[in-house]
């Protein structure tokens, strides 16, 4: 069974950074496209980074030079460094395995940018 747990939301000051972690127990990070999604209250969810298999990654343009997303595979888990954070990056941030029409979902953690 697919499971991910992330980790490393919480409160931070506008221009902090956080790592948020999602480690993915039953498959292999390297083997499906691994993705960070948000979603802020009375919003959709979107995506915010995207690394495929071959190692590609796509970032929304509202995160580009500010996020990176990576991943370990030796630790089968999936990062995202967030630099310069603001106040509209303040959301629930999920992880994903293997895309978002039928992957898997993390339970999320919150990240709140204060101003």
């Known amino acids: 069974q697919v499971q991910l747990v992330e980790s490393g939301g919480g409160l931070v000051q506008a221009g902090g950074s956080l790592r948020l972690s999602c480690v993915l127990s039953?498959?292999?990070?390297?083997?499906?496209?691994m993705g960070w999604y948000r979603q802020a209250p009375g919003k959709q969810r979107d995506m915010v980074a995207i690394i495929s298999i071959s190692g590609l990654k796509n970032y929304a343009d509202s995160v580009k030079g500010r996020f990176t997303i990576s991943r370990d595979n030796a630790k089968n888990t999936v990062y995202l460094q967030m630099n310069s954070l603001k106040p509209e990056d303040t959301a629930v941030y999920y992880c994903?395995?293997?895309?978002?029409?039928?992957?898997?979902w993390g339970q999320g953690t919150q990240v709140t940018v204060s101003s």
């Open positions: 039953g498959s292999t990070v390297s083997s499906k496209t």
């Open positions: 994903n395995a293997g895309g978002s029409y039928n992957g898997y």
